[in-house]
């Protein structure tokens, strides 16, 4: 049976006098029809099916009216009266009377069709539930239903529907969690507060606000499934939908409950059945799916409907039960693990003093930093393979004087950032890299003992490189009938020898021995201890290491065991927290100073192509050209330490690494360019490049391109549109005189052709100055502009200006402080893509990989017109260990060809790049050289509108998901990619695939109502 939408029209006519266009919506129990009234007003007609309970209507029209009266903060439609007054219009069937009513229209896009799914967005759908428990506590209705097929507490009814899941593993998970309902929920259920419940807070029923950026939810439609039935019911549907299609349903329901518990605070046991009723409420759809299939088997839309739940429950299935309760507990702000009071207070009694684990009687035990932040472990060439890691340890006990290293509990370490760790999070990828034992580094062989009394509560042979090797667990108890276990990691094999489960161990006693690589999981002959208050169902092996984000949790099922050893107490150094870091940056720091992104980053470590957060995130840079050949490269920083233990002094002594490193340097450039001044900075370079024009012409008269920049120096400023002509700036000072920025693509004159256009603002400046009586100095430009947004001037561009600046009496300075060294790939400075042979070419910190070095390079006629009697001494420009630094680097460049990875990365990634610019039309164009490209963002393709918005969007969304990117551009709207040149294709393949991801997303879409 259906109804016409002219059937809908008459009777809309008919019975509420409105006209308008009727169109049909979808619906599973009624039929349902927008109308837009020739007024312009909104409504929906809803017009049930025969046999409708007409009680239940009214049940739903009830609710609705007190949550009016309650101030419920989203909106929600109600029912309209008819002309009659009627709130239900009887309408004769076939058979039946059918119900028809008139609702008002709640705006709003469906929470279904948002991308993405933000913690903000999950909380806000936690809150929207527990908005609607607190305003339906005290409604009572005669006709609320008590049993619905869509209650969680009614999940056992469709038990019997496991039998026909297609797959043995899917039985399997059925049983569990159906399993897990009747073990853990059902028997509270009597116990747990009711109340009339929304029942249905899904992503087709909840409407997000307009605001692309920052949805959150604002309305709710649809109450037929409402019923009375258990308040945590509410929220267990809400929680397993969050969580379907995310990589982590686990911590989206996370977010959800903090959301709710904001509004609604839970109660214990509500929280102890909310994990079992998520998989209750998964459990419904599954088989109310395999039970629509057998009724309708050629409906291809049934064979893949509950795709999205079957992939929660497989995540979940993996997920420990009072893990889940855990982490749901520290959402609630409560201690997570319910052992650990009654533990705490059990260790607090007890006077009983614990055994070290292993013989200490002599031995000299000094703690080792093994933190993602540590100085004593360095650089991560020290931990990269076993047998370097072990050469580590052995140096750090010699250079302690000790026998024994000790620490690493809740210690975020940065070795253990590798793919044995890593998982797909909602936030991109993560690791496991919070420590939750205690580690005691030991000689192969050092007997293991028991702290305490115990059994043996199992024990197994873990393999595999990263792994705990053989492993044992103790029994031990706390009183009162409650236990723990200890956990012993790395042993040796022949620890498992003859154990048996149940077997009995004394204080003190012996029972084990550490074992060395690589049986030991081929880890440095280490013991791991950990405490555990809840095994969580697991034998012979346990999580020794936490992702940041459950850390807490964790934690709280891992008391730390460093207290129990006196022996192991040693003071850590406490870290800052970043509120703490900003609070005193603030206070400290120069007011001017910037941070990047909307969450501030505390990084501790680099290496190579990544860099890394307190947290011990590991975060693809696609941003920091400085460190150039990759964030402490081995080969750079041997160098430094190397020359840095030996000598450091100024270049009024004779030393020949200053010579090897200017003829090294020399010899990438043209023969004209021959004679090197060594500096520290680019800043100083152009400094020094500027004072030289001055020295060879007489005059301070300088072109500059409009967005350049070329330092922070008082002369750089003064020829740097970028900071002069921006907030703070005073304009351009009378010797500078801009050219307009050469950008065919958003410039004053535009297409690949436009480089006369441009060229003529150079001769008309000229020619202007010659008739002021005023000498030309120079001209300085980037070779690509980098602050200007990675600008490319048009062929010809700079032949042209070069020859008029040259006939007019000045010099030419290239500024390669961003683009050199062979960053652009095709040639190993920028300027050679022009065609051009500068007077004088600025190099900066990327020759130093980051050390404070940089270089002016010029010909031999203006260093000899810049010697002039006045002596050019810089104190620390060209020392010992910054030449033993830039030698380093242009090795690296050399050795590991990086002009060519540049060249061959950087195409492939500019072709991917120009493919999802034929994708997404936010990208209004993709430009650049080797690893120096630019994605500039419109709001629209045609007049080319600055996206600024969507691009600070997209690169704080960017940073979440692990890629650091940033924007430049007079509009801030362009995308800058100049990442180190060890920067590979598998790094450009993660980029271009989170960047896809991220362009799909709503803020991202220019035609969307936020856009």
């Given at each position: 049976m259906t109804v016409a939408p002219e059937t809908a029209a008459d009777l809309l006519f008919r019975h509420y006098g409105l006209k308008g266009r009727v169109t049909p919506l979808p619906g599973e129990v009624d039929f349902n029809f927008h109308i837009r009234g020739e007024d312009g007003r909104e409504y929906t007609l809803k017009i049930s099916r025969e046999g409708a309970d007409p009680a239940h209507i009214d049940f739903q029209i009830a609710l609705q009216e007190h949550l009016h009266r309650k101030g419920f903060p989203p909106q929600f439609p109600r029912t309209l009266p008819s002309r009659a007054g009627e709130r239900r219009v009887r309408l004769e069937g076939e058979r039946a009377p059918r119900w028809m009513r008139l609702q008002s229209w709640v705006?709003?896009?469906?929470?279904?069709?948002?991308?993405?799914?933000?913690?903000?967005?999950?909380?806000?759908?936690?809150?929207?539930?527990?908005?609607?428990?607190?305003?339906?506590?005290?409604?009572?209705?005669?006709?609320?239903?008590?049993?619905?097929?869509?209650?969680?507490?009614?999940?056992?009814?469709?038990?019997?529907?496991?039998?026909?899941?297609?797959?043995?593993?899917?039985?399997?998970?059925?049983?569990?969690?159906?399993?897990?309902?009747?073990?853990?929920?059902?028997?509270?259920?009597?116990?747990l507060r009711r109340s009339v419940n929304y029942n249905d807070a899904h992503e087709q029923n909840l409407l997000v606000s307009a605001d692309t950026f920052q949805p959150e939810v604002v309305g709710l439609i649809d109450f037929g499934d409402a019923m009375h039935t258990q308040t945590i019911n509410e929220l267990a549907i809400a929680c397993a939908y969050a969580g379907q299609g995310m990589p982590d349903p686990l911590s989206a329901a996370v977010e959800v409950v903090r959301g709710f518990q904001a509004v609604f605070p839970l109660k214990e046991e509500e929280v102890r059945v909310l994990f079992p009723l998520i998989g209750a409420r998964l459990m419904l759809t599954v088989a109310t799916a395999a039970?629509?299939?057998?009724?309708?088997?050629?409906?291809?839309?049934?064979?893949?409907?509950?795709?999205?739940?079957?992939?929660?429950?497989?995540?979940?299935?993996?997920?420990?039960?009072?893990?889940?309760?855990?982490?749901?507990?520290?959402?609630?702000?409560?201690?997570?693990?319910?052992?650990?009071?009654?533990?705490?207070?059990?260790?607090?009694?007890?006077?009983?003093?614990?055994?070290?684990?292993?013989?200490?009687?002599?031995?000299?035990?000094?703690?080792?930093?093994l933190s993602v932040g540590s100085r004593e472990l360095g650089?991560?060439?020290?931990?990269?393979?076993?047998?370097?890691?072990?050469?580590?340890?052995?140096?750090?006990?010699?250079?302690?004087?000790?026998?024994?290293?000790?620490?690493?509990?809740?210690?975020?370490?940065?070795?253990?950032?590798?793919?044995?760790?890593?998982r797909q999070g909602n936030h991109g990828p993560q690791w496991r890299t919070v420590h939750l034992g205690l580690?005691?580094?030991?000689?192969?062989?050092?007997?293991?003992?028991?702290?305490?009394?115990?059994?043996?509560?199992?024990?197994?042979?873990?393999?595999?490189?990263?792994?705990?090797?053989?492993?044992?667990?103790?029994?031990?108890?706390?009183?009162?009938?409650?236990?723990?276990?200890?956990?012993?990691?790395?042993?040796?094999?022949?620890?498992?020898?003859?154990?048996?489960?149940?077997?009995?161990?004394?204080?003190?006693?012996?029972?084990?021995?550490?074992?060395?690589?690589?049986?030991?999981?081929n880890w440095p002959p280490h013991l791991h201890f950990q405490i555990l208050l809840d095994a969580l169902g697991q034998r012979g092996d346990f999580p020794g290491v936490a992702y940041p984000h459950q850390a807490a949790v964790w934690k709280s099922f891992c008391p730390d065991?460093?207290?129990?050893?006196?022996?192991?107490?040693?003071?850590?150094?406490?870290?800052?927290?970043?509120?703490?870091?900003?609070?005193?940056?603030?206070?400290?720091?120069?007011?001017?100073?910037?941070?990047?992104?909307?969450?501030?980053?505390?990084?501790?470590?680099?290496?190579?192509?990544?860099?890394?957060?307190?947290?011990?995130?590991?975060?693809?840079?696609?941003?920091?050209?400085?460190?150039?050949?990759?964030?402490?490269?081995?080969?750079?920083?041997?160098?430094?330490?190397?020359?840095?233990?030996?000598?450091?002094?100024?270049t009024r002594y004779l030393h020949e690494e200053i010579i090897r490193f200017a003829e090294e340097l020399c010899a990438t450039l043209p023969p004209e360019l021959s004679v090197v001044?060594?500096?520290?900075?680019?800043?100083?370079?152009?400094?020094?490049?500027?004072?030289?024009?001055?020295?060879?012409?007489?005059?301070?008269?300088?072109?500059?391109?409009?967005?350049?920049y070329h330092g922070n120096t008082t002369g750089c400023v003064a020829v740097s549109s970028y900071k002069f002509d921006r907030a703070g700036g005073r304009g351009a000072p009378p010797t500078t005189h801009l050219l307009p920025m050469p950008d065919p693509f958003r410039g004053r004159y535009r297409g690949e052709d436009s480089a006369p256009a441009y060229v003529a603002h150079a001769q008309e400046l000229l020619e202007r100055?010659?008739?002021?009586?005023?000498?030309?100095?120079?001209?300085?430009?980037?070779?690509?502009?980098?602050?200007?947004?990675?600008?490319?001037?048009?062929?010809?561009?700079?032949?042209?200006?070069?020859?008029?600046?040259?006939?007019?009496?000045?010099?030419?300075?290239?500024?390669?402080?961003?683009?050199?060294?062979?960053?652009?790939?095709?040639?190993?400075?920028?300027?050679?893509?022009?065609?051009?042979?500068?007077?004088?070419?600025?190099?900066g910190k990327p020759l130093g990989n980051?050390?404070?070095?940089?270089?002016?390079?010029?010909?031999?006629?203006?260093?000899?017109?810049?010697?002039?009697?006045?002596?050019?001494?810089?104190?620390?420009?060209?020392?010992?260990?910054?030449?033993?630094?830039?030698?380093?680097?242009?090795?690296?460049?050399?050795?590991?060809?990086?002009?060519?990875?540049?060249?061959?990365?950087?195409?492939?990634?500019?072709?991917?790049?120009?493919?999802?610019?034929?994708?997404?039309?936010?990208?209004?164009?993709?430009?650049?050289?080797?690893?120096?490209?630019?994605?500039?963002?419109?709001?629209?393709?045609?007049?080319?509108?600055?996206?600024?918005?969507?691009?600070h969007y997209l690169i704080n969304r960017m940073r979440r998901l692990g890629i650091l990117m940033s924007t430049d551009g007079p509009d801030e709207n362009v995308l800058k990619i100049k990442p180190p040149l060890c920067f590979s294709s598998t790094d450009a393949d993660t980029l271009l695939t989170t960047l896809e991801r991220v362009l799909q997303e709503d803020p991202l879409n220019i035609s969307s109502a936020g856009g």
């Amino acid at each position: 049976m259906t109804v016409a939408p002219e059937t809908a029209a008459d009777l809309l006519f008919r019975h509420y006098g409105l006209k308008g266009r009727v169109t049909p919506l979808p619906g599973e129990v009624d039929f349902n029809f927008h109308i837009r009234g020739e007024d312009g007003r909104e409504y929906t007609l809803k017009i049930s099916r025969e046999g409708a309970d007409p009680a239940h209507i009214d049940f739903q029209i009830a609710l609705q009216e007190h949550l009016h009266r309650k101030g419920f903060p989203p909106q929600f439609p109600r029912t309209l009266p008819s002309r009659a007054g009627e709130r239900r219009v009887r309408l004769e069937g076939e058979r039946a009377p059918r119900w028809m009513r008139l609702q008002s229209w709640v705006p709003g896009r469906l929470l279904a069709e948002v991308n993405p799914r933000t913690d903000g967005l999950l909380q806000s759908w936690g809150r929207a539930c527990g908005q609607l428990c607190l305003a339906l506590q005290d409604f009572q209705h005669p006709h609320a239903p008590t049993s619905y097929h869509w209650n969680p507490s009614q999940t056992l009814e469709m038990r019997d529907e496991g039998a026909h899941f297609s797959s043995v593993r899917r039985r399997a998970i059925a049983d569990h969690f159906w399993g897990l309902f009747e073990r853990e929920a059902l028997p509270l259920l009597p116990r747990l507060r009711r109340s009339v419940n929304y029942n249905d807070a899904h992503e087709q029923n909840l409407l997000v606000s307009a605001d692309t950026f920052q949805p959150e939810v604002v309305g709710l439609i649809d109450f037929g499934d409402a019923m009375h039935t258990q308040t945590i019911n509410e929220l267990a549907i809400a929680c397993a939908y969050a969580g379907q299609g995310m990589p982590d349903p686990l911590s989206a329901a996370v977010e959800v409950v903090r959301g709710f518990q904001a509004v609604f605070p839970l109660k214990e046991e509500e929280v102890r059945v909310l994990f079992p009723l998520i998989g209750a409420r998964l459990m419904l759809t599954v088989a109310t799916a395999a039970r629509n299939r057998r009724r309708e088997p050629d409906n291809p839309y049934l064979q893949v409907s509950d795709r999205p739940a079957w992939e929660s429950l497989e995540r979940l299935f993996e997920v420990h039960p009072r893990l889940a309760e855990g982490c749901f507990r520290q959402a609630c702000g409560w201690e997570p693990c319910p052992l650990r009071e009654p533990f705490e207070a059990w260790a607090a009694e007890s006077e009983e003093a614990w055994a070290a684990p292993i013989p200490l009687k002599g031995a000299r035990v000094a703690p080792l930093d093994l933190s993602v932040g540590s100085r004593e472990l360095g650089n991560n060439a020290a931990f990269e393979t076993p047998e370097a890691f072990q050469r580590t340890i052995r140096r750090l006990l010699e250079d302690k004087g000790a026998e024994v290293g000790v620490g690493g509990y809740g210690e975020v370490r940065p070795f253990y950032v590798t793919e044995a760790y890593q998982r797909q999070g909602n936030h991109g990828p993560q690791w496991r890299t919070v420590h939750l034992g205690l580690d005691i580094w030991a000689e192969a062989g050092t007997p293991v003992l028991a702290p305490l009394e115990g059994v043996v509560h199992s024990f197994a042979d873990n393999p595999g490189d990263c792994n705990y090797g053989p492993t044992i667990l103790l029994e031990h108890s706390s009183g009162r009938g409650r236990s723990f276990l200890t956990l012993y990691g790395h042993l040796s094999p022949e620890s498992l020898e003859g154990l048996q489960v149940g077997q009995r161990i004394g204080k003190g006693q012996p029972f084990a021995r550490i074992g060395q690589p690589p049986r030991n999981g081929n880890w440095p002959p280490h013991l791991h201890f950990q405490i555990l208050l809840d095994a969580l169902g697991q034998r012979g092996d346990f999580p020794g290491v936490a992702y940041p984000h459950q850390a807490a949790v964790w934690k709280s099922f891992c008391p730390d065991p460093t207290r129990f050893f006196e022996a192991f107490r040693f003071e850590p150094a406490e870290p800052m927290s970043m509120e703490e870091i900003l609070g005193r940056r603030r206070r400290l720091l120069g007011r001017s100073l910037s941070i990047s992104y909307a969450e501030p980053l505390h990084i501790l470590r680099g290496y190579m192509q990544h860099l890394y957060d307190a947290g011990g995130r590991r975060y693809l840079d696609t941003v920091n050209n400085v460190p150039h050949v990759g964030h402490e490269h081995p080969r750079v920083v041997e160098a430094l330490q190397r020359q840095a233990a030996l000598l450091n002094t100024n270049t009024r002594y004779l030393h020949e690494e200053i010579i090897r490193f200017a003829e090294e340097l020399c010899a990438t450039l043209p023969p004209e360019l021959s004679v090197v001044h060594f500096v520290n900075s680019g800043s100083e370079a152009n400094e020094l490049a500027l004072r030289m024009v001055e020295a060879c012409t007489g005059s301070r008269e300088m072109l500059a391109l409009e967005m350049g920049y070329h330092g922070n120096t008082t002369g750089c400023v003064a020829v740097s549109s970028y900071k002069f002509d921006r907030a703070g700036g005073r304009g351009a000072p009378p010797t500078t005189h801009l050219l307009p920025m050469p950008d065919p693509f958003r410039g004053r004159y535009r297409g690949e052709d436009s480089a006369p256009a441009y060229v003529a603002h150079a001769q008309e400046l000229l020619e202007r100055l010659h008739a002021e009586g005023r000498r030309l100095g120079g001209f300085i430009g980037e070779s690509i502009l980098s602050c200007a947004g990675q600008i490319v001037p048009p062929a010809g561009f700079y032949p042209e200006v070069y020859r008029l600046v040259r006939q007019a009496g000045g010099l030419c300075i290239a500024d390669e402080v961003q683009v050199g060294l062979g960053r652009v790939g095709e040639t190993f400075w920028g300027f050679e893509l022009h065609g051009v042979l500068p007077d004088v070419v600025t190099i900066g910190k990327p020759l130093g990989n980051g050390h404070p070095l940089a270089a002016v390079v010029c010909t031999p006629a203006v260093a000899e017109a810049f010697a002039n009697g006045m002596e050019y001494f810089n104190t620390f420009g060209g020392n010992p260990v910054s030449c033993a630094v830039g030698r380093a680097v242009l090795a690296v460049l050399r050795e590991e060809d990086l002009q060519a990875r540049a060249r061959q990365v950087g195409a492939y990634l500019k072709s991917a790049l120009e493919e999802l610019q034929s994708r997404f039309p936010i990208i209004g164009q993709v430009r650049g050289h080797g690893l120096f490209l630019g994605i500039e963002l419109v709001t629209d393709p045609a007049t080319r509108r600055p996206a600024t918005r969507q691009a600070h969007y997209l690169i704080n969304r960017m940073r979440r998901l692990g890629i650091l990117m940033s924007t430049d551009g007079p509009d801030e709207n362009v995308l800058k990619i100049k990442p180190p040149l060890c920067f590979s294709s598998t790094d450009a393949d993660t980029l271009l695939t989170t960047l896809e991801r991220v362009l799909q997303e709503d803020p991202l879409n220019i035609s969307s109502a936020g856009g």
